[in-house]
């Protein structure tokens, strides 16, 4: 099994083609052991080339508000998640903290890191 040290955007793109192209191999084969090098290879180089920076001072509503707003995401799709939308307006409303079963389900349905939710959440400021 050939392979190579991912270091340039180039030897990025061929690994993603190749990874497509392996994707649902069985794991314990030669393609699925492939598939599974060349996937912590390609994780190893984007978290390189693209480190995630995080702004200190957003807290899990900004990131809440940040998949609603930018990501595509809605207030109907959080309501599903949590399971009330009294429950979603509380939390977008810094009423209530997010609790580690949300995180994980947000986390889980979103695919955002959840560190990105795990952060303390600013109290509402007086109107």
Excluded: C
């Amino acid at each position: 099994m050939q392979i190579q040290v991912i270091r340039s955007d180039e030897d990025h793109r061929a690994a993603l083609a190749e990874i497509e192209a392996l994707w649902g191999a069985e794991q314990g084969t030669d393609d699925g052991d492939r598939l599974e090098a060349l996937v912590a290879l390609v994780e190893n180089y984007e978290a390189r080339r693209w480190p995630l920076v995080v702004d200190p001072s957003l807290d899990a509503v900004d990131v809440l508000r940040f998949a609603i707003d930018e990501l595509g995401h809605s207030r109907a799709e959080l309501t599903e998640i949590l399971g009330s939308r009294s429950r979603v307006s509380e939390i977008l409303g810094r009423r209530r903290a997010l609790t580690v079963p949300m995180i994980r389900a947000i986390s889980e349905a979103w695919k955002l890191p959840a560190a990105l939710l795990v952060r303390p959440t600013r109290a509402r400021t007086a109107a």
